[in-house]
Nanobody, 114 residues
Framework: QVHVVESGGGLVQPGGSLRLSCAAS????????MGWYRQAPGKEREMVAR???????IYADSAKGRFTISRENAKNTIYLQMNSLKPEDTAVYYC????????WGKGTLVTVSS
């Protein structure tokens, strides 16, 4: 069982930056991945960025060039640095841990608005 907790959401103006954090605890799998997903009102949940245990990263097209995912293994924590935020980035952002099965956090709200 893995437990993940997100933090760092909030209100930011268009063009601003925000950093999300996700701390994982529990029994980890050797082959794993952690990532960020988001769900905007009326839309399906979508992948934003993922980082695998070997360090490989993947990004949604909407995140490329603006968002950076990173991992601090000693703290079992991942981060999502979000720059040049747009109103369409407004969503609840969920942290995911995958190790043969998915574990989800409760989400943190990011609102991009002037």
């Amino acid at each position: 069982q893995v437990h993940v907790v997100e933090s760092g959401g909030g209100l930011v103006q268009p063009g601003g930056s925000l950093r999300l954090s996700c701390a994982a605890s529990g029994t980890f799998f050797t082959d794993n991945a952690m990532g960020w997903y988001r769900q905007a009102p009326g839309k399906e949940r979508e992948m934003v960025a993922r980082i695998f245990s070997g360090g490989r990263t993947i990004y949604a097209d909407s995140a490329k060039g603006r968002f950076t995912i990173s991992r601090e293994n000693a703290k079992n924590t991942i981060y999502l640095q979000m720059n040049s935020l747009k109103p369409e980035d407004t969503a609840v952002y969920y942290c995911n841990y995958w190790g043969g099965m998915d574990f989800w956090g409760k989400g943190t709200l990011v609102t991009v608005s002037s």
